[in-house]
């Protein structure tokens, strides 16, 4: 009996498929976490969707950008996925409204007592320890998850606020909230994010770390699972688990086992070279 968590998918189901097969997964005993990203970009959106859903409660998935991407396209501007090479199927798919809507039921953060695992898809601000991350995922999820969710998607995007402050409401409150579990990479000391910055440290504004570097973060007592990041590689040490090593892009598709430490990684030819998606980052 395994958990493997995968780093992001992003469409690339023929490579999962390799990949589980290297594995030698077994649904009947084995468990899949993934960090995100399933879809966007790479050739089989759909297919992965479908697969990860099939496998009901044996596998977890956080939210990432690009699905909550293509959730929000999906109920505020669905005619315009028709002009994506990677959702277009999606679009287009008799299934379509069940797969947005377990997708939509997805958290936005996994803890593991047992296993003593957390998994997000981009980060965790350095104001946040587990439970006020823990807190802040739940009302995101109860927004996404609310009757009023449609209102919300169509007015979700935008990179203010950008630092945390406890008196954070509403719409607001839940904004930082997403773009701190989906989209950062850097902040300052204080906790401000940056989002213009993708590349691997050394290349980004002095002021700014990774934000697993941030002094005195409050969740550095914890072992945290988290993608988004290609550049990075692989980069595992002093309870981060960086595990996108970039297969969208003829990197790797990378298996992270929580047992054991075991590091399994499949060999991508690329679908996407730079620049082709327009697509939220």
Not at 22 to 47: A, C, I, Q, Y
Not at 163 to 170: F, S, V
Not at 246 to 262: K, P, Q, S, V, Y
Request: glycine letters at 10%; hydrophobic letters at 35%.
């Amino acid at each position: 009996m395994a958990t493997y968590a995968i780093g992001d998918i992003q469409g690339c189901y023929d490579e999962l498929q390799a990949l589980l097969e290297k594995l030698d997964f077994n649904p009947g005993n084995d468990s899949l976490w993934f960090t995100g990203d399933l879809v966007n970009r790479g050739p089989k959106s759909l297919e992965t969707l479908r697969f990860v859903k099939g496998l009901g409660d044996k596998a977890i998935t956080v939210l990432g950008n690009h699905d909550l991407h293509l959730i929000a396209t999906w109920y505020t501007n669905r005619d315009s996925l028709n002009r994506s090479h990677s959702l277009r199927a999606i679009n287009n798919a008799s299934d379509g409204d069940e797969l947005i809507g377990w997708l939509r039921h997805q958290p936005l953060l996994h803890h593991d007592d047992t296993l003593g695992f957390t998994m997000v898809h981009a980060g965790l601000p350095p104001q946040w320890d587990l439970k006020l991350a823990q807190d802040c995922a739940t009302e995101v999820e109860a927004v996404l998850q609310g009757a009023d969710y449609t209102q919300f998607l169509a007015r979700m995007y935008g990179n203010e606020p950008n630092i945390w402050n406890d008196d954070l409401q509403g719409r607001e409150r839940i904004r930082f909230a997403i773009n701190a579990f989906t989209r950062m990479r850097y902040c300052t000391a204080e906790g401000r994010l940056e989002f213009d910055h993708k590349e691997a440290p050394g290349k980004q504004p002095t002021s700014y770390l990774p934000w697993f570097e941030i002094p005195r973060r409050k969740s550095a007592n914890m072992q945290i699972i988290f993608g988004h990041w290609s550049t990075l590689e692989l980069r595992l040490g002093n309870g981060i688990h960086a595990i996108d090593t970039g297969c969208l892009w003829g990197g790797t598709l990378t298996a992270f086992c929580l047992e054991n430490g075991e590091i399994v990684s499949l060999d991508c030819p690329g679908t996407c070279p730079p620049g082709l998606s327009v697509e939220k980052d």
